[in-house]
């Protein structure tokens, strides 16, 4: 036993804490964390700071506290209260969002951590709380019990050192999974025995990896013998795991708390953005260069105008001795901030938290979707992260799975072809040849069938009975019967699958004592390795199936000779002992082994589609939604799908960029013949359209494989490696679909990356149901998972998951729109609104010398945002319909492809519609209360009075401009824009209506109802709003009528549709 | 965040109830129910809803009754405000010629007060009651500075901040270690100019009555407003240990002589107090109200301005006025409101014409275009 292998980035572990035999090894005792699970983010200490800093690190949030400091130090215009009660209210929301949501973790942990476990302690069972587990302990674990830690499998009540397991909780995959014990400590089944054990395990470092084979070897001490047993993964028991059918277990614990697998794995993936929240962000930029720039211009006009000294300091106003004294530069900079903090409002607080609670919110209505609930499955949407609900409504490339995404993953036997003859069910065969046997024999030896005890025997006499009460879960009772000859053969070695062999193989030893060699797998790889049987007939046969859509699976098999064989056994085991590097060298070992095959036949599953897969498809193609299909899948299968979901239609013209091809040209011609026919049409299809005829235009469909794309993506020698890829990317942009075959998992995500960061940089999304779909779901600016059968793994890494692929019709068509369009118009909205609040302050500065005078009270530059203008956007951004998810679903619009209601054109129009509300309010009221009387008693108004009429009409227009943006009214709606409106007056008469005792200043006192006393006031605000609403109605009936966009005809056509009858 | 954590919790089936015995919860089947979501209005956002869009067809309408409105209400804004008498005289004695040149320069502190007069003539007569205000330009009562440089605490009557005025009143807070009541630069600068005004008719100046109450807001006279509490009603004694405004000739409670007119609730007072919004600004001053019903407030005629001339504006380019008005419903003379009535009628009753215009001429194009898909 070559003792190099210990290296410092093992972790050795002495089982039952014995320490080796003296002189063996060197003890060195590694430190490793107890076995707390700690899913919570705070303790209750050291909540306030963290918490407080997890906050700030958000810019926004930052800014503000900045702009609050700037309040608290220097002497500014508003109090910090107008700042600081906003912030602090966002802050105390989230953290109290935080803070319980830590809370409820903590409960989870707490329970977890304190659940009971059975510990062998100097041969004794103990009871113990799960936290105090330590690695090294002897754990035992009864059935149905969850495993407290990652164990390794010692032994179990089974009398063939096995147990069942499933993994429910861990990736959704509720199959029983067997696991093997340690040979070696297999018959230990009493507490005593197993702590005799004396032993040593090297494994690695805890890493996150669920499903790779973790290498560990283990040191078995007896007496004096020593000797070394490699494990694998089947021997290792995962913590969140759960016994089954089998009575009790023991092993010992290797990896705890937070080293399990699972905590690892709890690890939260890259956040991923979206379009809206990085427009959303450049506008913010935008508007702090406004802030500045007003601020700078107001300062340097301050100085300007204050260059007079009777202007600085008349008589009747004189500044205090420190005012006075004060540095010019340092007061100039201090102006500045005050003028900074007079218009920061500009920036608004309360969009954060509207748009964070919009999110929120929103998502619930996916999740609520009765339609997108699957009643077989039982499952309904689910979303993982509510940041991306918008860009659902934005994407342009779909990139979707085969297998279980567009099928169904349901095989249904069609039939097999043997030695070249072929057979179908129920069909009568013509007599059994000698490859027919073999060839059933290796369909059952070359599988991993499942077997289930019977539950409902009674517990004490389950042992005895199992033998004989076992269920094999299989499709036919024929084929359990075939599985019961596995018996007449002894299982040697299992050559398990992976995706990128795609083949498995077994080593039996039959009866006689002869060893085979038998292999199953996707046809591309069992066809170069095979040197005999009838391969012309056999692959004319598979690939006839494969052109009919069918799944086929060639069987074949080799025998092996002794020597062959232990050369074969060596080689595997030197492979599986290795620490470092063991996939790849067992990839090379399987390479080795797995060669000059005797084809024996082929099977044709057919894989049905998933139900409307079809009807999806061509929705979201009509939506203009490019949808390309990666698939594992060969070629003529791939197709064959690709023309049942109608993604290539008969008139489709297919080019293929396949391996084939490029050996008869070479890639560069290849790609450039294809680009020439692809633009060619291009150019003709724009002088069409011109001439209005474009209406048959040819579409394209593009098919390339694996081997072709990783020629396209290697980097040539010359260094101009962006050519190939360029003229692909500018091919494919011309196809109307897109099939990619024979993709490894990782081509998938290449492919995505892609297309992502071409330069038109569109929203892509990917959809898968399996592990292989991962790279590319998490590639994807939007990830979808299927819930399905191959396990929840893609569920999981998902931002969104969904029963089945037809639900995507309406995530994308129907929420996905609402949901851009609803977010959009609330950025905008608010920005907008707060134009309109903030500019009039900024002119009002022209007439009061430039003091940083604000024009509204405190009350109500802090209200503004917090409650008078906030719920109905609110509301809107939730419960808005343009047009009604049924048109969306027939016609689905375009309207909002490319960040349409974000572009430049669109922010720029509100904006300034934003500044001419502001103009119209501030020169409304100017005029009407310059130097002339509004009372009908004959008493003057002041200044407070002044800023309460450009408030109240700025708040009944902002309040009126939604409801004019408003297509879907129902109650809510009108509750909350009428109710805002009430509330906005109801508080102001309250405001002014009370000496407020706490207050230092009285200024509002009855300023409100003296105003509505004035006839005038009246007269001119309807005035206002009536102003500053016309443009924009203006605007939206002219567009309509000249330039109606896609949605506004379908808006018009129900209309009027519905008023005809 | 939130979303984040608990449907993740979901996907895995976190740990938290995969105990002992709590491994069978987690399995799917039990759930299946739960899961399934309500078929109510408001979740599969089918709640019934009004569904109006603007186009021209239904915006037209609204325009010409805009239009329709606004126009006639312009209308009759635009003749009320020019019904209204109103008579300005500008007394700051810019020019050489004026009256009251000579106390162009005046100070504070003059003594004796400059004063002057000044003769005008009223072309029409004022019929209604007659309201005078006094009007300066170019004063900035609106300036940071000086709007929030008051204690209204201490104008509430708080006898606490009479003591002790807040520090928002400084530099006019204290005086010789004395607090300022009223303290502020504010109060410090109040208008002190007296005005009378006089019939002259054949030589004999008749003095008009100058109502100098009801010229505050009832609520900042008996509430915002109140002199300091205490011991008996001598509002000597309850303003004892404070002093005067630096400006000021004489203290707070010596303003008037009546005692519901003096101390905190003087109305001259408390009008100043309500800082104007624009630098040029007018403030009531006193009403003239009209005596009988036979003869008009102001006859047409001769009068004459007596000014005791206190107030400096010269040194900051500022003018003094003295105007006299008339009011109706709507307040005095304001062109602004019924022009822009009128203008906005007019304008909208145009957009409704050039919208019908344009709904015959494309609107059939586009529903005729839409309607037989």
Same mark, same amino acid.
């Given at each position: 036993?070559?003792?190099?292998?210990?290296?410092?980035?093992?972790?050795?572990?002495?089982?039952?804490?014995?320490?080796?035999?003296?002189?063996?090894?060197?003890?060195?005792?590694?430190?490793?964390?107890?076995?707390?699970?700690?899913?919570?983010?705070?303790?209750?200490?050291?909540?306030?700071?963290?918490?407080?800093?997890?906050?700030?690190?958000?810019?926004?949030?930052?800014?503000?506290?900045?702009?609050?400091?700037?309040?608290?130090?220097?002497?500014?215009?508003?109090?910090?209260?107008?700042?600081?009660?906003?912030?602090?209210?966002?802050?105390?929301?989230?953290?109290?969002?935080?803070?319980?949501?830590?809370?409820?973790?903590?409960?989870?942990?707490?329970?977890?951590?304190?659940?009971?476990?059975?510990?062998?302690?100097?041969?004794?069972?103990?009871?113990?709380?799960?936290?105090?587990?330590?690695?090294?302990?002897?754990?035992?674990?009864?059935?149905?019990?969850?495993?407290?830690?990652?164990?390794?499998?010692?032994?179990?009540?089974?009398?063939?050192?096995?147990?069942?397991?499933?993994?429910?909780?861990?990736?959704?995959?509720?199959?029983?999974?067997?696991?093997?014990?340690?040979?070696?400590?297999?018959?230990?089944?009493?507490?005593?025995?197993?702590?005799?054990?004396?032993?040593?395990?090297?494994?690695?470092?805890?890493?996150?990896?669920?499903?790779?084979?973790?290498?560990?070897?283990?040191?078995?001490?007896?007496?004096?013998?020593?000797?070394?047993?490699?494990?694998?993964?089947?021997?290792?028991?995962?913590?969140?795991?759960?016994?089954?059918?089998?009575?009790?277990?023991?092993?010992?614990?290797?990896?705890?708390?937070?080293?399990?697998?699972?905590?690892?794995?709890?690890?939260?993936?890259?956040?991923?953005?979206?379009?809206?929240?990085?427009?959303?962000?450049?506008?913010?930029?935008?508007?702090?260069?406004?802030?500045?720039?007003?601020?700078?211009?107001?300062?340097?006009?301050?100085?300007?105008?204050?260059?007079?000294?009777?202007?600085?300091?008349?008589?009747?106003?004189?500044?205090?001795?420190?005012?006075?004294?004060?540095?010019? /530069?340092?007061?100039?900079?201090?102006?500045?901030?005050?003028?900074?903090?007079?218009?920061?409002?500009?920036?608004?607080?309360?969009?954060?938290?509207?748009?964070?609670?919009?999110?929120?919110?929103?998502?619930?209505?996916?999740?609520?979707?009765?339609?997108?609930?699957?009643?077989?499955? &039982?499952?309904?949407?689910?979303?993982?992260?509510?940041?991306?609900?918008?860009?659902?409504?934005?994407?342009?490339?779909?990139?979707?799975?085969?297998?279980?995404?567009?099928?169904?993953?349901?095989?249904?036997?069609?039939?097999?072809?043997?030695?070249?003859?072929?057979?179908?069910?129920?069909?009568?065969?013509?007599?059994?040849?000698?490859?027919?046997?073999?060839?059933?024999?290796?369909?059952?030896?070359?599988?991993?069938?499942?077997?289930?005890?019977?539950?409902?025997?009674?517990?004490?006499?389950?042992?005895?009975?199992?033998?004989?009460?076992?269920?094999?879960?299989?499709?036919?009772?024929?084929?359990?019967?075939?599985?019961?000859?596995?018996?007449?053969?002894?299982?040697?070695?299992?050559?398990?699958?992976?995706?990128?062999?795609?083949?498995?193989?077994?080593?039996?030893?039959?009866?006689?004592?002869?060893?085979?060699?038998?292999?199953? &797998?996707?046809?591309?790889?069992?066809?170069?390795?095979?040197?005999?049987?009838?391969?012309?007939?056999?692959?004319?046969?598979?690939?006839?199936?494969?052109?009919?859509?069918?799944?086929?699976?060639?069987?074949?098999?080799?025998?092996?000779?002794?020597?062959?064989?232990?050369?074969?056994?060596?080689?595997?085991?030197?492979?599986?002992?290795?620490?470092?590097?063991?996939?790849?060298?067992?990839?090379?070992?399987?390479?080795?082994?797995?060669?000059?095959?005797?084809?024996?036949?082929?099977?044709?599953?057919?894989?049905?589609?998933?139900?409307?897969?079809?009807?999806?498809?061509?929705?979201?193609?009509?939506?203009?939604?490019?949808?390309?299909?990666?698939?594992?899948?060969?070629?003529?299968?791939?197709?064959?799908?690709?023309?049942?979901?109608?993604?290539?239609?008969?008139?489709?013209?297919?080019?293929?960029?396949?391996?084939?091809?490029?050996?008869?040209?070479?890639?560069?011609?290849?790609? /450039?013949?294809?680009?020439?026919?692809?633009?060619?049409?291009?150019?003709?299809?724009?002088?069409?359209?011109?001439?209005?005829?474009?209406?048959?235009?040819?579409?394209?469909?593009?098919?390339?494989?694996?081997?072709?794309?990783?020629?396209?993506?290697?980097?040539?020698?010359?260094?101009?490696?962006?050519?190939?890829?360029?003229?692909?990317?500018?091919?494919?942009?011309?196809?109307?679909?897109?099939?990619?075959?024979?993709?490894?998992?990782?081509?998938?995500?290449?492919?995505?990356?892609?297309?992502?960061?071409?330069?038109?940089?569109?929203?892509?999304?990917?959809?898968?149901?399996?592990?292989?779909?991962?790279?590319?779901?998490?590639?994807?600016?939007?990830?979808?998972?299927?819930?399905?059968?191959?396990?929840?793994?893609?569920?999981?890494?998902?931002?969104?998951?969904?029963?089945?692929?037809?639900?995507?019709?309406?995530?994308?068509?129907?929420?996905?729109?609402?949901?851009?369009?609803?977010?959009?118009?609330?950025?905008?909205?608010?920005?907008?609104?707060?134009?309109?609040?903030?500019?009039?302050?900024?002119?009002?500065?022209?007439?009061?010398?430039?003091?940083?005078?604000?024009?509204?009270?405190?009350?109500?530059?802090?209200?503004?945002?917090?409650?008078?203008?906030?719920?109905?956007?609110?509301?809107?951004?939730?419960?808005?319909?343009?047009?009604?998810?049924?048109?969306?679903?027939?016609?689905?619009?375009?309207?909002?492809?490319?960040?349409?209601?974000?572009?430049?054109?669109?922010?720029?129009?509100?904006?300034?519609?934003?500044? /001419?509300?502001?103009?119209?309010?501030?020169?409304?009221?100017?005029?009407?209360?310059?130097?002339?009387?509004?009372?009908?008693?004959?008493?003057?108004?002041?200044?407070?009075?002044?800023?309460?009429?450009?408030?109240?009409?700025?708040?009944?227009?902002?309040?009126?401009?939604?409801?004019?943006?408003?297509?879907?009214?129902?109650?809510?709606?009108?509750?909350?824009?009428?109710?805002?409106?009430?509330?906005?007056?109801?508080?102001?008469?309250?405001?002014?209506?009370?000496?407020?005792?706490?207050?230092?200043?009285?200024?509002?006192?009855?300023?409100?109802?003296?105003?509505?006393?004035?006839?005038?006031?009246?007269?001119?605000?309807?005035?206002?709003?009536?102003?500053?609403?016309?443009?924009?109605?203006?605007?939206?009936?002219?567009?309509?009528?000249?330039?109606?966009?896609?949605?506004?005809?379908?808006?018009?056509?129900? /209309?009027?549709?519905?008023?005809?009858? | 965040?939130?979303?984040?954590?608990?449907?993740?919790? =979901?996907?895995?089936?976190?740990?938290?109830?995969?105990?002992?015995?709590?491994?069978?919860?987690?399995?799917?089947?039990?759930?299946?129910?739960?899961?399934?979501?309500?078929?109510?209005?408001?979740?599969?956002?089918?709640?019934?809803?009004?569904?109006?869009?603007?186009?021209?067809?239904?915006?037209?309408?609204?325009?010409?009754?805009?239009?329709?409105?606004?126009?006639?209400?312009?209308?009759?804004?635009?003749?009320?405000?020019?019904?209204?008498?109103?008579?300005?005289?500008?007394?700051?004695?810019?020019?050489?010629?004026?009256?009251?040149?000579?106390?162009?320069?005046?100070?504070?502190?003059?003594?004796?007060?400059?004063?002057?007069?000044?003769?005008?003539?009223?072309?029409?007569?004022?019929?209604?009651?007659?309201?005078?205000?006094?009007?300066?330009?170019?004063?900035?009562?609106?300036?940071?500075?000086?709007?929030?440089?008051?204690?209204?605490?201490?104008?509430?009557?708080?006898?606490?901040?009479?003591?002790?005025?807040?520090?928002?009143?400084?530099?006019?807070?204290?005086?010789?270690?004395?607090?300022?009541?009223?303290?502020?630069?504010?109060?410090?600068?109040?208008?002190?100019?007296?005005? =009378?005004?006089?019939?002259?008719?054949?030589?004999?100046?008749?003095?008009?009555?100058?109502?100098?109450?009801?010229?505050?807001?009832?609520?900042?006279?008996?509430?915002?407003?109140?002199?300091?509490?205490?011991?008996?009603?001598?509002?000597?004694?309850?303003?004892?240990?404070?002093?005067?405004?630096?400006?000021?000739?004489?203290?707070?409670?010596?303003?008037?002589?009546?005692?519901?007119?003096?101390?905190?609730?003087?109305?001259?007072?408390?009008?100043?107090?309500?800082?104007?919004?624009?630098?040029?600004?007018?403030?009531?001053?006193?009403?003239?109200?009209?005596?009988?019903?036979?003869?008009?407030?102001?006859?047409?005629?001769?009068?004459?301005?007596?000014?005791?001339?206190?107030?400096?504006?010269?040194?900051?380019?500022?003018?003094?006025?003295?105007?006299?008005?008339?009011?109706?419903?709507?307040?005095?003379?304001?062109?602004?409101?019924?022009?822009?009535?009128?203008?906005?009628?007019?304008?909208?009753?145009?957009?409704?014409?050039?919208?019908?215009?344009?709904?015959?001429?494309?609107?059939?194009?586009?529903?005729?275009?839409?309607?037989?898909?």
């Amino acid at each position: 036993c070559n003792s190099s292998y210990c290296r410092n980035t093992d972790r050795t572990i002495y089982v039952g804490h014995r320490e080796p035999p003296p002189g063996t090894e060197a003890y060195i005792p590694q430190r490793f964390p107890d076995n707390r699970i700690v899913s919570s983010k705070y303790t209750f200490w050291n909540f306030i700071p963290k918490n407080l800093f997890e906050q700030f690190r958000r810019i926004a949030n930052f800014y503000f506290l900045i702009i609050f400091l700037v309040q608290l130090i220097i002497d500014t215009p508003t109090s910090p209260v107008t700042s600081g009660l906003p912030l602090l209210f966002v802050i105390t929301v989230t953290a109290i969002k935080q803070g319980y949501e830590d809370w409820l973790r903590h409960k989870a942990d707490n329970a977890m951590n304190q659940c009971p476990v059975h510990f062998i302690q100097h041969g004794k069972l103990v009871r113990k709380q799960s936290r105090k587990l330590r690695v090294g302990d002897i754990v035992m674990v009864k059935e149905d019990e969850t495993f407290p830690c990652d164990l390794i499998f010692l032994s179990s009540s089974r009398g063939d050192g096995t147990c069942f397991v499933t993994t429910a909780s861990l990736d959704g995959e509720s199959s029983h999974k067997t696991h093997y014990a340690v040979q070696d400590t297999k018959a230990f089944h009493s507490e005593q025995e197993i702590d005799a054990l004396h032993a040593t395990i090297e494994c690695e470092q805890p890493q996150p990896d669920l499903y790779n084979l973790l290498f560990l070897s283990k040191y078995l001490y007896f007496g004096m013998f020593i000797f070394c047993r490699p494990l694998g993964s089947e021997n290792l028991l995962l913590r969140g795991a759960t016994l089954k059918n089998t009575e009790k277990i023991f092993g010992v614990a290797i990896y705890t708390g937070m080293e399990t697998k699972m905590a690892l794995n709890y690890q939260s993936k890259s956040q991923k953005r979206s379009a809206v929240e990085k427009s959303m962000n450049v506008f913010l930029i935008v508007y702090l260069c406004i802030l500045i720039s007003k601020a700078l211009i107001n300062t340097v006009l301050k100085y300007v105008w204050q260059s007079e000294p009777f202007r600085d300091e008349p008589w009747y106003n004189q500044k205090t001795e420190p005012e006075r004294k004060r540095n010019q /530069f340092l007061q100039a900079f201090t102006d500045f901030l005050a003028f900074m903090v007079l218009f920061n409002y500009i920036i608004p607080v309360s969009m954060y938290v509207t748009v964070e609670m919009q999110k929120f919110l929103g998502s619930y209505f996916l999740t609520w979707d009765e339609e997108m609930f699957d009643e077989d499955t &039982g499952e309904g949407p689910l979303v993982n992260t509510s940041d991306l609900n918008e860009e659902l409504g934005q994407i342009e490339y779909v990139f979707t799975d085969k297998t279980g995404t567009l099928t169904e993953n349901n095989m249904e036997f069609v039939e097999c072809c043997i030695e070249g003859h072929v057979y179908i069910p129920h069909v009568i065969c013509l007599g059994p040849f000698k490859g027919e046997e073999l060839f059933f024999r290796a369909l059952c030896l070359c599988h991993t069938v499942q077997v289930k005890d019977d539950d409902n025997v009674d517990g004490l006499k389950k042992s005895q009975l199992s033998r004989r009460s076992r269920i094999y879960i299989s499709s036919s009772p024929d084929e359990v019967a075939l599985v019961e000859g596995i018996q007449r053969f002894e299982l040697l070695e299992v050559l398990s699958f992976d995706s990128v062999r795609r083949r498995m193989s077994v080593i039996v030893k039959s009866s006689t004592g002869d060893i085979f060699l038998f292999c199953k &797998g996707a046809d591309s790889s069992i066809f170069p390795r095979v040197k005999e049987g009838k391969i012309d007939q056999i692959r004319s046969r598979v690939e006839r199936n494969a052109v009919e859509g069918l799944r086929t699976l060639c069987v074949a098999y080799k025998k092996l000779t002794a020597e062959e064989y232990s050369n074969a056994q060596k080689m595997l085991q030197n492979a599986k002992l290795a620490l470092q590097d063991r996939e790849k060298k067992l990839a090379e070992v399987y390479e080795k082994i797995e060669r000059d095959f005797i084809l024996l036949g082929a099977t044709a599953v057919e894989d049905r589609l998933q139900e409307k897969a079809a009807d999806t498809i061509e929705a979201l193609q009509k939506a203009g939604i490019k949808v390309w299909v990666l698939t594992g899948d060969k070629m003529e299968t791939a197709a064959a799908t690709c023309y049942a979901c109608k993604l290539f239609r008969r008139n489709t013209q297919i080019l293929e960029l396949t391996t084939k091809k490029i050996e008869e040209q070479s890639l560069h011609d290849v790609l /450039f013949d294809l680009s020439k026919t692809v633009l060619r049409h291009s150019g003709s299809l724009t002088r069409d359209s011109l001439s209005g005829l474009s209406t048959d235009m040819q579409d394209y469909g593009l098919i390339i494989d694996g081997a072709a794309l990783s020629l396209i993506m290697k980097p040539r020698q010359d260094g101009s490696s962006g050519n190939y890829r360029e003229l692909f990317l500018e091919i494919c942009r011309n196809c109307s679909a897109v099939l990619c075959c024979r993709m490894a998992p990782l081509q998938k995500a290449q492919i995505v990356k892609l297309i992502k960061l071409s330069k038109e940089h569109p929203i892509t999304l990917a959809i898968g149901d399996g592990a292989n779909d991962v790279s590319m779901i998490l590639e994807a600016h939007v990830g979808i998972g299927i819930i399905g059968k191959e396990g929840r793994q893609a569920a999981r890494n998902s931002d969104y998951a969904i029963p089945k692929f037809k639900h995507l019709k309406k995530m994308l068509l129907v929420h996905g729109h609402f949901y851009y369009v609803r977010i959009s118009e609330l950025v905008q909205y608010f920005f907008y609104k707060n134009v309109c609040f903030i500019f009039p302050q900024f002119l009002y500065q022209f007439f009061c010398g430039f003091s940083q005078q604000p024009l509204y009270d405190t009350a109500y530059l802090t209200l503004y945002n917090i409650s008078f203008t906030s719920l109905p956007i609110l509301l809107y951004s939730l419960m808005e319909q343009h047009v009604s998810a049924d048109t969306l679903k027939r016609e689905p619009s375009l309207d909002v492809a490319k960040n349409a209601l974000l572009r430049w054109r669109a922010f720029i129009y509100w904006t300034f519609l934003g500044v /001419f509300d502001a103009v119209v309010f501030f020169f409304g009221a100017y005029f009407l209360f310059d130097n002339t009387i509004v009372t009908s008693n004959g008493q003057m108004f002041g200044n407070w009075t002044f800023g309460t009429l450009v408030f109240t009409v700025l708040v009944f227009t902002v309040t009126l401009k939604l409801a004019l943006d408003t297509h879907y009214w129902t109650w809510i709606n009108h509750f909350m824009i009428w109710g805002s409106l009430l509330f906005y007056i109801v508080f102001s008469l309250l405001w002014g209506g009370i000496i407020w005792p706490f207050l230092n200043y009285q200024r509002m006192y009855y300023v409100f109802m003296q105003m509505l006393s004035s006839g005038p006031a009246w007269l001119g605000i309807i005035l206002l709003i009536t102003v500053s609403l016309l443009p924009d109605v203006l605007k939206k009936v002219l567009c309509r009528q000249l330039w109606p966009t896609a949605t506004e005809r379908i808006q018009v056509k129900i /209309f009027f549709c519905v008023i005809s009858f | 965040m939130a979303v984040n954590y608990s449907a993740k919790e =979901e996907a895995d089936g976190h740990p938290a109830g995969a105990g002992p015995g709590g491994g069978a919860a987690t399995g799917g089947g039990g759930a299946v129910k739960t899961r399934k979501p309500d078929n109510t209005a408001f979740k599969q956002q089918r709640l019934p809803a009004w569904q109006p869009i603007l186009t021209a067809g239904t915006v037209l309408p609204a325009f010409f009754i805009i239009g329709l409105i606004f126009i006639p209400i312009g209308i009759g804004i635009f003749v009320t405000s020019n019904n209204i008498r109103e008579y300005e005289i500008d007394y700051t004695g810019i020019e050489p010629s004026s009256p009251c040149n000579k106390c162009l320069n005046v100070s504070w502190d003059s003594t004796p007060p400059c004063t002057c007069t000044i003769n005008f003539t009223l072309e029409h007569s004022f019929e209604s009651n007659v309201f005078m205000y006094y009007g300066l330009s170019n004063f900035y009562q609106n300036h940071r500075r000086y709007v929030k440089s008051r204690d209204d605490s201490q104008l509430n009557g708080d006898n606490s901040s009479l003591l002790n005025p807040s520090k928002e009143c400084e530099p006019y807070r204290t005086n010789e270690d004395k607090p300022i009541a009223p303290c502020g630069a504010i109060a410090n600068s109040m208008f002190n100019d007296t005005l =009378e005004l006089y019939h002259v008719e054949n030589d004999t100046r008749t003095a008009i009555t100058l109502i100098k109450k009801g010229i505050a807001w009832w609520t900042d006279k008996n509430v915002k407003f109140r002199n300091p509490t205490g011991d008996g009603n001598n509002l000597t004694a309850l303003f004892q240990g404070t002093t005067k405004p630096v400006n000021w000739p004489k203290p707070v409670y010596m303003l008037d002589s009546e005692p519901d007119n003096n101390g905190f609730i003087n109305e001259d007072f408390i009008v100043w107090m309500r800082t104007a919004a624009l630098p040029t600004f007018r403030k009531l001053y006193r009403l003239i109200e009209r005596k009988s019903n036979l003869q008009p407030t102001l006859q047409a005629g001769k009068y004459s301005l007596d000014i005791t001339y206190n107030y400096p504006v010269h040194s900051f380019d500022g003018r003094k006025r003295m105007i006299l008005s008339t009011i109706s419903w709507m307040g005095g003379k304001n062109p602004f409101l019924g022009i822009a009535y009128i203008t906005v009628g007019s304008i909208c009753f145009f957009l409704g014409v050039v919208l019908l215009i344009i709904h015959h001429k494309y609107g059939n194009r586009n529903t005729s275009a839409d309607i037989p898909n």
